[in-house]
C-alpha cells in the first residue's frame, strides 16, 4: 500500500469523495479515473494515477470512495512488488498493476528517494513526478 510518509510544506493532504467503478478498495491503492469513476490500476503504469484511496471500501458503480490528490510535493512509502536489483536513489519505477507497490521497471513516474533494501516487500520511499 502506499502512504504518505511526509510532505515538503508539512501539510495534510485534503480528502475528496469520487464516484467509484463497481469494486472493493484499499487504503492506500492508487486509483485512475476511467469513464468518470476511480478505478483501481488494472496494469503496471509508467504515469502517475491521480488518486490515493483513504479507506478499505467496497462500493457499487458510481458509489462514494473517499480520495487524497497524489501531491508532487509529498514523499509516500510502499514496497517492492518483486527484486528491483538495479534501483538505487534517484531511480523512477513503475506503479505495479493493482497499485498497491511498485515493481523493479524502470521509467516509471514513482523516484526513488530511499531503500531498505532490493528484495521483493523491502520499504521504498520516493515521490511521484
Known amino acids: 500500500m502506499f502512504s504518505p510518509h511526509k510532505s515538503d510544506t508539512g501539510a495534510v493532504l485534503p480528502w475528496e469523495y469520487l464516484p467509484g467503478a463497481a469494486g472493493t478498495y484499499a487504503a492506500g491503492q492508487l486509483l485512475n479515473v476511467t469513464g468518470g469513476k ?3 490500476v488494472s496494469a503496471a503504469s509508467t504515469t502517475t ?3 490515493l484511496c483513504m479507506a478499505d471500501i467496497t462500493v ?3 458509489g462514494i470512495v473517499p480520495v487524497t490528490r497524489i501531491q508532487k510535493d509529498v514523499i509516500y512509502e510502499t ?3 518483486a527484486e528491483a536489483a538495479d534501483a538505487t536513489v534517484g531511480t523512477k519505477l513503475q506503479v505495479a ?6 515493481n523493479a521497471a524502470a521509467a516509471g513516474s514513482f523516484e526513488v528517494v530511499y531503500l531498505d533494501d532490493t528484495a521483493a516487500g523491502s520499504r521504498v520511499l520516493g515521490r511521484f513526478l
Do not use: I, M
Not at 97 to 102: F, K, P, R, S
Open 38 to 40: 476511480v478505478a483501481a
Open 79 to 81: 514496497e517492492l512488488s
Open 60 to 62: 457499487e458503480a458510481g
Open 49 to 51: 494515477p491521480p488518486y
Open 97 to 102: 498493476a493493482g497499485g498497491t507497490q511498485v
